[in-house]
Nanobody, 125 residues
Framework: EVQLVESGGGLVQAGGSLRLSCAASGFTFDEYVIGWFRQAPGKEREGISCITSTDGRRAYADSVKGRFTISSDDASDTVYLQINDLKPEDTAVYYC??????????????????WGRGTQVTVSS
C-alpha cells in the first residue's frame, strides 16, 4: 500500500522559510516520480514541483521557480520541499503524491489513492 505522510507545515511570517517533508512507504522509492502540490482556499489543487530520484531530474511550476527547491533522500525514502521567502499567497495545504505524470499540461498522480493527507502552510503578512 502506497503511503505518503507530509510534515513540516506551520504558521510563518512573510519572508521566512520552511522545509516540508514527504515520507514515502509501500513502494520502491525510485520507482515513481514524486510530486508536491498545493491547494489554496477556494482554488484548484496545483502541481508545483516533482522529482525523479533515479536521476535527480527536477521540474518546477513557473509560479514557484527560484524560491522552491525539491530534493530527495533515498536512504530515508523522503522527499523535501524547501520554501524560501514565503509570501502570503503561498498559504495553502501542501500535498505530496506518487507516480506523478504530466498530462495535458497538468501534473497528477496515476491513482487517486497516491496522495498524502497534506500539511498546512500559513504565511502571515
Amino acid at each position: 500500500e502506497v503511503q505518503l505522510v507530509e510534515s513540516g507545515g506551520g504558521l510563518v511570517q512573510a519572508g521566512g522559510s520552511l522545509r516540508l517533508s514527504c515520507a514515502a512507504s509501500g513502494f520502491t522509492f525510485d520507482e515513481y516520480v514524486i510530486g508536491w502540490f498545493r491547494q489554496a482556499p477556494g482554488k484548484e489543487r496545483e502541481g508545483i514541483s516533482c522529482i525523479t530520484s533515479t536521476d535527480g531530474r527536477r521540474a518546477y511550476a513557473d509560479s514557484v521557480k527560484g524560491r522552491f527547491t525539491i530534493s530527495s533522500d533515498d536512504a530515508s525514502d523522503t522527499v523535501y520541499l524547501q520554501i524560501n521567502d514565503l509570501k502570503p499567497e503561498d498559504t495553502a495545504v501542501y500535498y505530496c503524491a506518487a507516480d506523478v505524470n504530466k498530462i495535458n499540461g497538468r501534473w497528477s498522480p496515476s491513482r487517486d489513492d497516491y496522495w498524502g493527507r497534506g500539511t498546512q502552510v500559513t504565511v502571515s503578512s
